[in-house]
T-cell receptor, first 109, second 116 residues
Framework: SQQGEEDPQALSIQEGENATMNCSYKTSINNLQWYRQNSGRGLVHLILIRSNEREKHSGRLRVTLDTSKKSSSLLITASRAADTASYFCAARGNNRLAFGKGNQVVVIP | DAMVIQNPRYQVTQFGKPVTLSCSQTLNHNVMYWYQQKSSQAPKLLFHYYDKDFNNEADTPDNFQSRRPNTSFCFLDIRSPGLGDAAMYLC???????????????FGDGTRLSIL
């Protein structure tokens, strides 16, 4: 089965620094999605990158996809305290979305 | 604003007592999903509806059932909750998309279920 897996699990940074998270998956995909989850809330879609794309930007977010390595990374630039959340990658393929375990990011003001 | 709404936000039930969680959407999306998320874990898909077509995940226990009476509403029924069913239950919607899959999912804020 395909499963997104993030690395590292927890990240603590100072406000203004960049945060990078990695994700790997196991089988072929249609796209790779990143979601944010604030404590006790639902997931919020951040960005989607298709399997034929290598890099995508959205505001302070930059996501890359390497299908040869079956991996993706999410970069949050100039982090803010409000970016404190859990971040999940989700690999879309075989008509289902498989979520990884998530990264807990804490941005210290 | 168009959204996915889950009620209640917190639900407490007794061991073995049936419970129903509800989800409504104003997005008019064809597809609705139910996920189970335990503490510090990834959301796990239980089942989804494509319109009225129900799709159960192979490893979803028989204890979990779902109903979708119309496009806007979807219910999760847990027939005999056990202690291991305590979790956050998330509802999500999406459109099927022209490619069938290149669409994000829109989540509600979840219902946190506790079992006494």
């Amino acid at each position: 089965s395909q499963q997104g897996e993030e690395d590292p699990q927890a990240l603590s940074i100072q406000e203004g620094e960049n945060a990078t998270m990695n994700c790997s998956y196991k089988t072929s995909i249609n796209n790779l999605q990143w979601y944010r989850q604030n404590s006790g809330r639902g997931l919020v879609h951040l960005i989607l990158i298709r399997s034929n794309e290598r890099e995508k930007h959205s505001g302070r977010l930059r996501v890359t996809l390497d299908t040869s390595k079956k991996s993706s990374s999410l970069l949050i630039t100039a982090s803010r305290a409000a970016d404190t959340a859990s971040y999940f990658c989700a690999a879309r393929g075989n008509n289902r979305l498989a979520f990884g375990k998530g990264n807990q990011v804490v941005v210290i003001p | 604003d168009a959204m996915v709404i889950q009620n209640p936000r917190y639900q407490v039930t007794q061991f073995g007592k049936p419970v129903t969680l509800s989800c409504s959407q104003t997005l008019n999306h064809n597809v609705m999903y139910w996920y189970q998320q335990k503490s510090s874990q990834a959301p796990k898909l239980l089942f989804h509806y494509y319109d009225k077509d129900f799709n159960n995940e192979a490893d979803t226990p028989d204890n979990f059932q779902s109903r979708r009476p119309n496009t806007s509403f979807c219910f999760l029924d847990i027939r005999s909750p056990g202690l291991g069913d305590a979790a956050m239950y998330l509802c999500a919607t999406s459109t099927p998309g022209t490619a069938g899959s290149n669409q994000p999912q829109h989540f509600g804020d979840g219902t946190r279920l506790s079992i006494l």
